[in-house]
Antibody, heavy 119, light 112 residues
Framework: QLQLQESGPGLVKPSETLSLTCTVS?????????WGWIRQPAGKGLEWIGG???????YYNPSLRSRVTISVDTSKNQFSLKLTSVTAADTAVYYC????????????WGQGTQVTVSS | DVVMTQFPLSLPVTPGEPASISCRSS???????????LDWYLQKPGQSPQLLIY???NRASGVPDRFSGGGSGTEFTLKISRVEAEDVGVYYC?????????FGQGTRLEIE
């Protein structure tokens, strides 16, 4: 069974860079799928941040594009998120997931990791 | 961006009764391959979202058959034939045809 696990600092200072990694186990990341990042502020809805194919092709949410980089490391079966110049508005639970087809159908999700932006 | 609009936003239901949630997209999410790139997710309290229905009408693995999805183009519906206590949570529709992928605001189902 495919499993995804987010990891990274739970606390980031304002103006610094948020860095998270999603480790994929039980299957290869080198499949014809997009791997995505989604976030959810407390008590609010879901926001798609972006997705990456194992070949390196990326798609980003335009609302975050200037600050976001998603990368993949096939040797480690991981993909990563970097979000620069964070503010309190970036405080959220961050999820990684696997799109089964194009950028739709997230059959597998990580458990999520809370990231708080605070000094 | 494609705007996903769900209604109602709050849905009180008596156990054993049916329930229905609607989702409207600002653009068609029907692909030329005939599939609607529209999913339904349930987020139970304190959990990650889980896929219920994918590509408009296909139940995900392990999803009870009391859940069904329908619609095409820009209008979609999630139906629960008989609500159970374990169905409590927030339901989201999501389109993935047009980047960026976008979610509806969520519909909170609660048991009366």
């Amino acid at each position: 069974q495919l499993q995804l696990q987010e990891s990274g600092p739970g606390l980031v200072k304002p103006s610094e860079t948020l860095s998270l990694t999603c480790t994929v186990s039980g299957g290869s990341i080198s499949t014809d799928n997009y791997w995505g990042w989604i976030r959810q502020p407390a008590g609010k809805g879901l926001e798609w941040i972006g997705g990456i194919h194992y070949t390196g092709t990326t798609y980003y949410n335009p609302s975050l594009r200037s600050r976001v980089t998603i990368s993949v490391d096939t040797s480690k079966n991981q993909f990563s998120l970097k979000l620069t110049s964070v503010t309190a508005a970036d405080t959220a639970v961050y999820y990684c997931g696997k799109h089964e087809m194009w950028l739709v159908s997230l059959h597998f999700w990580g458990q999520g990791t809370q990231v708080t932006v605070s000094s | 961006d494609v705007v996903m609009t769900q209604f109602p936003l709050s849905l009180p239901v008596t156990p054993g009764e049916p329930a229905s949630i609607s989702c409207r997209s600002s653009q068609s999410v029907l692909h030329t391959n005939g599939y609607n790139y529209l999913d339904w997710y349930l987020q139970k309290p304190g959990q990650s979202p889980q896929l219920l229905i994918y590509l408009g009408s296909n139940r995900a693995s392990g999803v009870p058959d009391r859940f069904s999805g329908g619609g095409s183009g820009t209008e979609f519906t999630l139906k629960i034939s008989r609500v159970e206590a374990e169905d409590v949570g927030v339901y989201y529709c999501m389109q993935g045809l047009h980047s960026p992928t976008t979610f509806g605001q969520g519909t909170r189902l609660e048991i009366e």
